[in-house]
């Protein structure tokens, strides 16, 4: 006579088998993106690496492995003084994006009180960007040349004698067009994260007797953290890579990373880039891992 199974073990058997299934179905679900990023992120970056370990010639790439790339990388002072000016560029864009960009989300945010006023003020921002990158930095050529419409203006004015030559192929040049192209890159996220903070937290500090300043300092700072930090990582990342921005703007004079990768590439000298993009990539992920230790943007989010 067969023993009838006790219906804990048999719900227990049930529930089981419903997750499993439900974790297949899941791993399915998960195939095609996984896949994607397998095929367009990881692999990119597996054969970047790889290459960075092969050899190169005038003439020919040896698939061997080796690691003067990297000797060679790190033991040249013209790659650290790249290094530095990218940082450099990285760090004065960065401070500059973020002071016009934490002042004009703040107004929109606590000044401007109609949504519809609001909205069309933050699409007024975005104008800029209905054109490319390239031709909204070029357009600063004949703006701050020598002949240009700044040096015109200054000497009718009677501020200046003769044209000022630092405007225009120079570091100003180039850290004045970093800001131009990607302060929207901060202000989007603050004005976002200050849109999310409640408006009574405002009124109980100014309740209690804080200062403007105070309120600003205690209250809207620590809690606009968490955009300042993702603006932070989209404008540090885009200032590292950019490498068109330099050579337009600096007139070939100055040189960042992405420069050297660039001119590497051009003589063909791939596995010499490829070892420069990693440590670029590691420098990078190492700079956003520190600012990640300032906040916990998936918490506060």
């Not at 990023?37 to 005038?58: G, Y």
């Amino acid at each position: 006579m067969a023993t009838a199974t006790p219906e804990p073990q048999a719900s227990a058997a049930r529930k089981r088998g419903w997750l499993g299934s439900r974790h297949v179905v899941g791993w399915l679900e998960a195939l095609p993106l996984t896949i994607v990023l397998l095929t367009f992120l990881v692999l990119p970056i597996v054969t970047i690496v790889i290459v960075s370990f092969w050899r190169a010639t005038e003439f020919s790439i040896i698939p061997a492995f080796s690691t003067e790339n990297y000797e060679f990388l790190f033991g040249s002072s013209v790659a650290w003084r790249v290094f530095g000016a990218t940082f450099r560029y990285a760090f004065i864009s960065w401070l500059f994006c973020l002071t016009i960009g934490f002042t004009v989300a703040y107004y929109l945010a606590f000044h401007i009180r109609s949504q519809t006023t609001q909205i069309a003020l933050f699409l007024l921002c975005t104008i800029p960007f209905w054109t490319s990158n390239i031709i909204r930095m070029i357009s600063w050529i004949p703006f701050l040349g020598r002949n240009g419409i700044a040096n015109q203006t200054l000497i009718d004015l009677g501020l200046i004698d003769q044209p000022l030559e630092w405007l225009l192929y120079s570091d100003f040049s180039v850290i004045l067009a970093f800001v131009h192209l990607y302060t929207l890159f901060m202000v989007v996220p603050i004005f976002n994260t200050m849109m999310r903070i409640d408006k009574s937290l405002i009124e109980a500090a100014r309740d209690n007797g804080a200062s403007g300043f105070q309120t600003l300092v205690h209250v809207i700072i620590p809690l606009t953290k968490p955009g300042i930090m993702i603006g932070t990582i989209f404008v540090v990342t885009l200032v590292m890579g950019d490498f068109i921005t330099v050579r337009f703007m600096s007139g070939s004079q100055r040189a960042n990373v992405g420069r050297l990768i660039s001119n590497d590439i051009g003589l063909l000298q791939y596995p010499s880039a490829a070892a420069t993009a990693v440590v670029l990539l590691c420098t990078v992920l190492i700079t956003i891992a520190i600012l990640l230790r300032f906040v916990d943007i998936r918490k506060e989010l």
